[in-house]
Each structure stands twice: as C-alpha cells, then as structure tokens.
C-alpha cells in the first residue's frame, strides 16, 4: 500500500481536501526548520518537492545526505547540474522538470520527435507553446484569462531577453517588445491564440537531439488581444519589481497610473485619454476595455506600504482574475513540427486540451501533479534506471508516463500533413 | 612646495604629459596589490582615488587604517555612507562627489539655493542638466556628439528607472522609456539641447535642504535629436549588457542589427526599411541618417567573441565617436529654479559652458579635475573642517571652489526674472 505524507507551511486549508483519502498523513511542515527537514527526509522512500522553487535545493541536499531520491516540477538550475555527478555516484535519481511545462512538453515533444527520427525524417522547425487559461465556459471577462498558477509569477512572465532560433540565424527580443511579438496559433473546437516567446528556446536543442534544427521557439500562449493590453502595463513599467514606490500607501488606481505618465501638458484631458496617446492605443478600443474592466482609472486605494510597482499590480488583478466557485480553466499546448521527408516537406501539430473540473481540481492541478505522481510511483517500482539529475527526455520515462496520462483524458490529438512536395 | 603622486595600471601613456612637471612623481600602480596599496597611502598626507568608481572603496578602507584623508569624484554609495562614523571618530574626511557631476552640479546649486533662501524665497522648482558634448567647431556628425568620458557608462547611461517629482507627484520613467521623455534646454550663444532625466532626482532633496521641493528633476543633456536615434538602439536592445550574444564572432554589422528584428515577411524591402517599420520612424529621415552613419548597415565584422549587445554596440561607436586630433569638447550644465519672493513667481537660471583646448586637455578633464584639486589643497592647508563622509554642499567648501575655478574661465552666467506676478 502507498503511503503518503504531506507538509505544508500551515495544513489548515489542507485538512478538508483530505478528509476522504485514507493513504494521506498531512502534517505542517518547515523546510527552514532543520530537524524536521532531516526527519521528514529520513523516513521517506522518495521525496517530492513541489516547494517554491528556490527551495528545492536545500531538500536536495538533504536528500543526497540520506541517500533518497527527488522529484520535482521545477527546471534544473546550475546549483542542480552541479549534485548530478554526486547523485549518480549514490546510485540517485533527481528527476526535475516533471511536471506540466516543464514536464509534459518535454515528454511529448520527445515522443514526436522520436517518431518522425524512427521514420527517416529531418526536423527543420519545431514550436512550442503552452498557456494556462480558462475553459471556454468560464471565460467571463475581456481578457480571457484568470490566475491558474502563482500570480506573481504571472505579472513578472517574459523579464530578461527572449532567445530563440530562426531559419538558422538567432534572435533576440528585448523584455519591452515581447508582448508586441506574438505568434497566432489555431486549435480546432477552442479557437483561436497567440504566444509570446519563452526566456530561452535554445538550451533545450541539445537534450531534444536537435542541435542544429534551424528553427526553434518555445513560448505562452494567451487568447488573442491579451498581449497587446498587457504590454500596455509593461510600456508604462507597472511590471517592474526592483524598486519600491514612494508612497504606495497614499495611492489609488488611477494615481498608481498617474505615477507612469508624462504630466498632463493639455486641459481637459481625462486619464484614459493621456494614456491612451502616451501608449499609443486608441482610447475607445478593446486594449482600453481590458484596461478599464481591471479598474484602473477608480479612485480605489491600494492599500499596501513599500509596494513595487509589480506588486501593486498583482494585487489589483488578484481582485478580478481569481477563479470564482466552479470556474473551469484550460490547459492549451500546441507543438509544430516541420520536417522533410522523403522529399516531402511536412507538418506534425501535437495538441493538447485538458479542463478543469472546478476551481480546485483545476487542469493546472492535474497536468502538474499526474505526471509528478506517475513518475513517482514508476521511481518506486523500480522501473526508472536513469541516475543524477535528470529530465523525462527519455522513453524510458515518457513513454509509460505519457500511456498513463490518457486513462486521465490528458491526450494529444496529432496531425501530419504535407507542406509541400 | 607641492608633490604629487600619480600611479597608473601603466605609465606608458601619461610620461609625455607630464614631462615638463616638476612636482609630480608618476609610477606602475595596481590598486589590487595590497602591498603597494599599503605603502603608497602610507607615505601620502591625502589621497586622490580617480580610478574605476567600484575600486574606491578598498583604497578607503587603507586610508582608515592609516588615518589618512581621501577625496573621490565618485557617487557616494551605501559602502561608503557605512565609513561615516568611523572616518569621523578618526577625524578624517573623505570628500566624494568632488568633480564636474556630481561635483560643481552640487556646489553651484547649493550656492544659488543659499542665496534664494538668503533672501526669503521659497523654491518650487528645481531642474539641472548636464552633458559632456562637443564644442561647435568640432560638432561634426549628425549626432552631434562624441565620447568624452567612459564610452561604456554612455552606452548603459539610464539603465533602471528615473525617479523624479513635479508638482508634488511622484513620477517614475521605465528606460524603455526614458529617451522619448526628453525636456528642451536653450543657452544663450549655444543653442538648443535636449536632456533626459537621471535615475535618481529625490535623494539629493534632504542633502540640498529642499525636502518638501513640489518639483526636481536631474537630467543628462545632448544635442536635439540624439535621444530620438539613441532609443532605436534602446527599442531593438542593442544596450542590453546582462547576456552574452550567441555568434558575435560571426557577425557583421548588419547582422547585428537583423538579430534584434523579426524575420522579413515581405519579398524585396531592405534591412533600412525593416528597422524602420520596426522602430517606427520615418525610413528616409534625421533619425536613420545618424544610425546610418555609425555604418550599422555595413557589412563590416564585429571581430569580437562573446560579447554582450551592449559591448558590441560600444565598439561600433568607438570607431566613429571618438575626438580627433585638435576637437574641442563643451561642457553645459544648466539649473533652473522657480521661486516665490514677496508675491512673485521668478525663474533664476545659471548656466556653465566650458570648452575644451584640444582632445588631451578636454573640458571633461577640467571640470572634473580642478575642483578635485582646488578641494584637495583647501584640504591640506587644513581649511575645511567637516570630517567624516562628506560631499561638497557647504558654505566652506563650495565658496572657496567656485571662485577659485572662475580663475580657470569655469564660472556661471545667471539671469534672474518675474515669471509671473
């Protein structure tokens, strides 16, 4: 019988998910507190860590210590690279990038790619984008979006420079000209997106085998007119989290965006208007509408001290974007693959869609957690040989993972056609 | 009689300059040899640190050791304000912000607020500008500019966000936008510039004993037009210094540029006209003219390897910005104060222009320089009396300055006239 313990900073909200299920102990758990650390450790057969990802090293660490393996959703940093040798010499497995993206992109890209290689085929483009949003019955107001994951990490999506690979010559695009770059992407039965580049589509060419594909683009995808509103809040720097405003204690919305703009040098403008032309979006569009819906231009106090302007804007859309009861979301990934083929220029779409069933069994609960599950339950039987750190890139790994997934409705629907002959 | 030390990573280039002076010694200095470091502050009565501004503080930290006084005209950072204390207990002083900016920007302002307040004014406004540009007979390229400071802090100039208030609003500029939000300048005999605002306009409130000011702003001057052309650069991310570009060594100029814009979607329009669209400005005007220029659509190698945008960029304006034999540069600093006095609103503005002799004797040379000597002498013959960290924001230390650098033609034209009665 599987055995599981659960530890939170603080059970409470825990308890009553839990009371039906009769394999689970939840305790509250410290990963500060080293004695706990080290007990907790101690006493499991294999660790999963779906901590905050800054923290996943310290239970790392432990773990080599005691000679268990780890699981976790979180991509390998260079503190992780660094424990591989140390793990595989212990005969350990620290499988990361388990979950849903990174994870299930991983195993289903490799999947495609393993096919088309089997079948002769040459890879010459591959793009893929992954988007957690709402379910088309949930998706109630103008940006067709709502928190499914950390909302901090939301506001802060796309800072740094985007990198990516394009008919063989690299490409660069600056934090401030991501939102306005977008690709279109179609999805039969779901409509319409578009996606903004990932920070990095290049260091992933290596593990997938295609070190030389002359293309290649990971990135997000939203509905269409997300990006365009939200680089709105980008060009006036509402994103920015590395400094502190003055007197966040004293705003409102509207003085907030007030903060961003050029003083006001026309009589009789309204806010929406100077922003409108400093932005330089039409002041009765939809881009405006999102704008406005967020409730931007009230005289609504912010109510927080020593506040980044970054997190004055992820309170103010925590109050519109969380899910409300029975609310649906939607997970979208879509891979394109162009490859030649028996002289054949051809094109693979792998597509994925899985709902949620309400706002707490969410699609982005179960696309992060199964494939975190399976694999561990895979580690424990035995059946997974990989040693060090390690991401599911092999079949080994993907392929029963992937198998399983479907008996969850968590499948992808594949096309191949052709290009052009 | 005076002697003087001058020690340099390499001597080679400063022995011609300074054959014909008699009192000063120059030798090979590596401010990392702790030895060297140790015996030249040792037999020093004060100490001038004019290196890279992040070795001053290991100099510092000698110099309290050896109860030795320093003067730096570097931006006092939170490394310093920590030595406070223990250079006052030691009764040592060290003088920072002692050159042009920050330097002779403070002394002037403190001299002219002193005389506001003197007079029972009331400051509302206060605006200084600065740059470091040339003087109009070398005014050569359609820049109307070339380096005559450290090429690298220009091309990172603004990086971060400007901080300012106006009219009791506090008002915060992303650099994304910071070269469209220029203010005008006009000097009287020189004509027009732009200037656009430095990172931070509010810490100097308290020091400048204008807490409760409604407006001030700090800023950075250049001729019309270079911040229109310069934030091409800032649009693509060519200034970017935090990643390192893939393939720098196999690329030209042009390609440079390609790596910052989407791929061509239309047959036939040329790498101009894509950058262009790209930007925003007009394909045939001022603006492409002075990016045109800089040879940016040449197909000329970059000759570097793992390089940042921001180096690359560096080393294409090295080649076409840097003084000639014989240019002259100018330094113009402009303050402008609104004030309130018996009723009436006035404007006082004083203004700085000083040229260079020659591309050796610039005027950057001079206005950093000699308030950093004429501080240096007052020092020694033990006539300031301030000790502990200290910029120069007295009475004590800026009079004597400002008149002293009038014998050196680096004096201040003041106007003062009703705005408004």
Chains 1, 2 share one sequence.
């Not at 901590?51 to 959703?73: D, G, R, W, Y």
């Not at 990174?102 to 893929?128: C, E, L």
């Amino acid at each position: 019988m599987w055995r599981i313990r659960i530890g939170d900073i603080s059970v409470a909200n825990l308890q009553p998910l839990m009371q039906s299920v009769t394999c689970v102990d939840i305790m509250n758990f410290d990963v500060h507190n080293e004695r706990q650390r080290a007990e907790e450790v101690q006493q499991a057969d294999l660790v999963i860590s779906l901590l905050p990802a800054a923290f996943h090293i310290v239970v790392a660490q432990e773990c080599l210590k005691q000679n268990k393996s780890l699981i976790t959703a979180s991509y390998v940093t260079p503190a992780f690279k660094a424990l591989h040798q140390e793990a595989k010499e212990k005969n350990l497995t620290i499988l990361m990038e388990s979950g849903l993206d990174p994870g299930i992109d991983h195993m289903s890209a490799m999947a495609v790619i393993q096919h088309i290689k089997n079948a002769g085929g040459n890879i010459t483009s591959f793009k893929s984008f992954t988007g957690g949003l709402v379910a088309p019955e949930s998706d109630t107001n103008p940006w067709q979006y709502k928190f499914t994951w950390n909302p901090r990490n939301v506001v802060l999506a796309g800072q740094g420079t985007a990198k990516y690979i394009n008919n063989g010559a690299y490409k660069y695009i600056p934090y401030h000209q991501l939102f306005k770059r977008t690709d279109e992407f179609f999805v039969e039965g779901y409509g319409h997106f578009e996606g903004y580049a990932n920070r990095d589509s290049l260091s992933y060419r290596e593990p997938y085998g295609l070190a030389n594909i002359p293309t290649m683009l990971r990135g997000t995808l939203r509905r269409p007119g997300y990006c365009a509103a939200w680089d709105v809040f980008v060009q006036l720097g509402l994103t920015d989290d590395s400094y502190t405003l003055e007197d966040a204690e004293n705003m409102t919305h509207r003085s907030f965006i007030e903060a961003f703009l050029p003083s006001a040098t026309m009589e009789g403008q309204s806010l929406m208007e100077r922003l409108a032309a400093y932005a330089g979006i039409p002041a009765d569009g939809t881009i405006m509408e999102k704008i406005t819906w967020l409730g931007l231009f009230e005289e609504k106090p912010i109510e927080m001290t020593g506040a980044t302007p970054a997190q004055v804007l992820e309170k103010i859309l925590k109050d519109k974007w969380t899910l409300s009861p029975g609310d649906k979301d939607m997970i979208v990934m879509q891979h394109l693959f162009e490859y030649e083929q028996d002289g054949k220029k051809r094109v693979i779409s792998s597509t994925l869609v899985t709902l949620g069933d309400d706002e707490i069994h969410t699609a982005m609960a179960k696309t992060v957690g199964l494939p975190v599950g399976i694999l561990a339950k895979l580690l424990l039987q035995g059946r997974i040989n990989r040693r060090g750190v390690v991401i599911p890139i092999y079949p080994e790994l993907y392929e029963p993972v992937l198998d399983e997934l479907k008996q969850y409705g968590i499948d992808f629907v594949e096309t191949d056609r052709v290009l052009q002959e």
